[in-house]
């Protein structure tokens, strides 16, 4: 057996192999409501069928300030809650686990006529109050309670990338003198203790494994925070870089290293992505234990049964395991 197909137990939550979708922003909501619609429902169907270990939703807003723009889910309202139990209930129809990044994008987003909101106020940034912070947590809690009552197996924070929960940890960002800068780990131990406790199953969290900036966070500094995450109940790091500065060299696998050095300095599990796009180069990963789950993203925009392709020309797949027209289309590749 090829590890990479082997399943997995994520704090209780079997996946069926140990590759995943990465979570990708599809900006196709409509009328700016942040309610998942046909194309959502199709798409993440297609991505089910190519039979990944997991999905993870695109980042969905906690509250109508989080939306990173105007096309973004969101998952506070009714409408978008009784949306995304169906979406949920679609994509289980094809056995993959899938959760939902709940993402507050903070200073970052490109929303027309909102207030943006941060650590720090700036020309038009609204620096956040006690009374937002608090509210903002309650938006992840209640997001987390959300997301459970549509049926999702896990949920990832969004805490990378340069947005809210990411400003916050960064130096860059947070030059507050009060409690959250501080300890500017602060705001993000008060989401996810909220969203643990919400969401009573699988949390996961993304971070940027390195900010690429000499007065940001340092790779040992991000590390102690993946620690801090595990100790919160988090069940897998993912790890991602970048969202402030450019990110200086990006080529294949130009992430994984950052993945497998959380791993070894935290002991728990970890997932990459990162223009990694070959068979090969999955099955190394998997199997040398640089991560213990690699998630694609644009390999599965461009080909969402990449995976099960692969499977099948490993003689993985039997004509039982598959619709009748996905195996025709199968056998086609011989
Ligand atoms: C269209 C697009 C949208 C993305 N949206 C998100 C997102 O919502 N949340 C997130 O954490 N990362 C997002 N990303 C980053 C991806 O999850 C992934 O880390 C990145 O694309 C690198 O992996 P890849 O080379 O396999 O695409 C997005 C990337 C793309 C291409």
Request: charged share 20%; proline share 3%.
């Amino acid at each position: 057996m090829i590890k990479t197909f082997e399943p997995l137990d994520i704090a209780g939550m079997q996946i069926k192999n140990r590759v995943g979708v990465a979570p990708m922003c599809t900006y196709l909501c409509e009328k700016k409501d942040g309610v998942a619609n046909d194309f959502h429902f199709t798409h993440y169907t297609n991505l089910a069928l190519g039979q990944p270990g997991l999905i993870i939703q695109e980042a969905t807003a906690v509250n109508e300030f989080g939306y990173i723009s105007d096309n973004c889910l969101g998952i506070f309202n009714p409408r978008q809650k009784e949306a995304l139990t169906h979406l949920v209930s679609l994509v289980h129809r094809y056995d993959t686990k899938f959760g939902i990044q709940l993402a507050h994008a903070g200073n970052k987003s490109r929303r027309s006529n909102t207030l943006r909101f941060g650590p720090m106020t700036t020309d038009d940034v609204v620096g956040m109050s006690q009374i937002e912070i608090d509210r903002f947590i309650q938006d992840f809690s209640n997001s987390a309670k959300a997301a459970r009552a549509c049926g999702y197996d896990f949920v990832e924070i969004h805490g990378a990338h340069g947005y809210l929960i990411n400003q916050f940890l960064s130096p860059l960002t947070n030059q507050r003198d009060d409690e959250y800068g501080q300890d500017r780990t602060l705001f993000l131990k008060q989401v996810t203790q909220a969203v643990v406790k919400a969401f009573e199953g699988p949390v996961f969290i993304r971070l940027s494994g390195d900010e690429y900036d000499p007065m940001g966070n340092s790779v040992e500094d991000i590390q102690k925070i993946g620690a801090l995450c595990l100790s919160l109940g988090v069940c897998l790091l993912n790890i991602s870089s970048g969202g402030f500065a450019n990110i200086p060299h990006i080529g294949p696998l130009y992430q994984v290293h950052l993945a497998t050095q959380m791993k070894q300095a935290t002991q728990g599990l970890v997932a990459t992505a990162g223009l990694i796009t070959e068979a090969e180069q999955v099955a190394q990963i998997i199997d040398s234990g640089q991560s213990d789950i690699v998630l694609l993203g644009r390999k599965f925009l461009q080909d969402p049964y990449f995976l099960l392709k692969w499977k099948y020309k490993e003689g993985l797949v039997q004509e039982k395991d598959v619709f009748a027209y996905v195996y025709r289309g199968l056998r086609s590749l011989k």
